[in-house]
């Protein structure tokens, strides 16, 4: 049994989750591509006992869906379902503002997968896919576009 503690709550610092998932290679710079416009409508963070950040979670809408709009969990404290933990609240959010889906694009396609989503052609998506000017696409990231109906 686990015994470290850990805290979800909501946060207002969209930009020191952007920072958190760079630093933990699951977000590009803002440099690396164009931005699409997002609405952003929350945010969760994980802390530990010690108040250090170790997961967040950005839900977001463009074009009138939902989408996760980053999710990462420190490298350290993977495998702890902190990430399911995370995702589980994104979509209940989703659903309580009577969203019927929500789409992502996945560097890691198979822990999405276990969590119920499958993988899309991009046409059938929102226009959130900013990849295509990432300098790591296709070299060091090969995303998936994902979705999830309720």
Same mark, same amino acid.
């Given at each position: ?5 850990? =805290? ?15 630093? =933990? ?29 170790? @997961? ?26 902190? @990430?399911?933990?995370?995702? =589980? ?37 929102? =226009? ?23």
């Amino acid at each position: 049994m686990n015994d470290i503690k850990y =805290n979800i709550a909501e946060t207002d610092e969209y930009a020191k989750l952007v920072e958190f998932m760079i630093a =933990n290679q699951l977000e590009f710079t803002e440099e690396d591509a164009e931005e699409v416009p997002t609405d952003l409508v929350k945010c969760w963070e994980i802390t530990d006992s010690a108040g250090n950040l170790i @997961g967040g979670f950005v839900l977001a809408k463009r074009q009138g869906e939902y989408i996760c709009d980053g999710i990462a969990v420190d490298g350290s404290r993977r495998g702890e379902n902190l @990430g399911t933990e995370l995702l =589980n609240k994104g979509i209940e959010e989703t659903k309580s503002l009577g969203g019927r889906r929500m789409y992502l694009v996945a560097r890691a396609p198979e822990f999405f997968r276990k969590n119920g989503f499958v993988t899309i052609p991009r046409e059938e998506a929102p =226009n959130f896919f900013e990849c295509l000017t990432c300098p790591q696409y296709g070299k060091t990231c090969h995303p998936e576009v994902m979705k999830i109906e309720f």
